[in-house]
C-alpha cells in the first residue's frame, strides 16, 4: 500500500517548504522508515522540521505582542489627540489669550482675525470674465 501525499492535487503548484517537508515526512515515514537518502536519516528530517514549528510558534507570538503593542500605541495617539483638542479650545476660551492672541497662532492656528471665508466667486460662463479677456488678447 502506497501513502500518497496529502495535497497530491496541488502538488504541481507552489506549497510552503514546511508543508511539502511534513509531505516527505509522511511518505518517508510510511514507505520507507531506515532508509537514508543523501546521508540524511528520517530523524534529521523530523528534527529540522520540528525547529520550523518551534520557529513559526515564536514568530506567532511575537506577532501577536506586536499587533498588541501597535493597539496600545494607537490609543495612546487618540488620547493625546483629545488631550491636544481640550488644550487648543482652552486657549481659545482663555481671557488672556483667546483665539487672536500670538499663542493661537504659534501652535499652528490662524487667528480669528485673519480667516477668510474661503468663498471664491467664479465669473459666469456666459458674462466674459477672465476666459473672455484671455481669448481677445491672443
Known amino acids: 500500500m502506497y501513502l500518497m501525499m496529502a495535497n497530491a492535487r496541488t502538488s504541481t503548484q507552489r506549497r510552503r517548504p514546511g508543508r511539502k517537508a511534513e509531505d516527505i515526512r509522511l511518505v518517508w515515514k510510511e514507505?520507507?522508515?531506515e532508509a537514508v537518502f543523501a546521508d540524511k536519516p528520517?530523524?534529521?528530517l523530523e528534527a529540522s522540521?520540528?525547529?520550523l514549528q518551534q520557529s513559526n510558534e515564536?514568530?506567532?507570538i511575537k506577532d501577536q505582542a506586536r499587533s498588541a503593542a501597535v493597539k496600545t500605541?494607537?490609543?495612546k495617539v487618540k488620547s493625546l489627540a483629545a488631550l491636544l483638542r481640550n488644550v487648543v479650545k482652552g486657549v481659545q476660551c482663555h481671557p488672556a489669550y483667546g483665539e487672536d492672541s500670538p499663542l493661537y497662532r504659534?501652535?499652528?492656528y490662524v487667528p480669528f482675525s485673519e480667516r477668510k471665508t474661503g468663498l471664491i466667486r467664479r465669473p459666469k460662463a456666459g458674462t466674459g470674465g477672465a476666459a473672455a479677456i484671455e481669448k481677445t488678447v491672443v
Open 31 to 33: 514507505q520507507a522508515p
Open 73 to 75: 500605541r494607537d490609543d
Open 106 to 108: 504659534a501652535m499652528g
Open 49 to 51: 522540521l520540528a525547529e
Open 58 to 60: 515564536e514568530l506567532k
Open 42 to 44: 528520517l530523524a534529521e
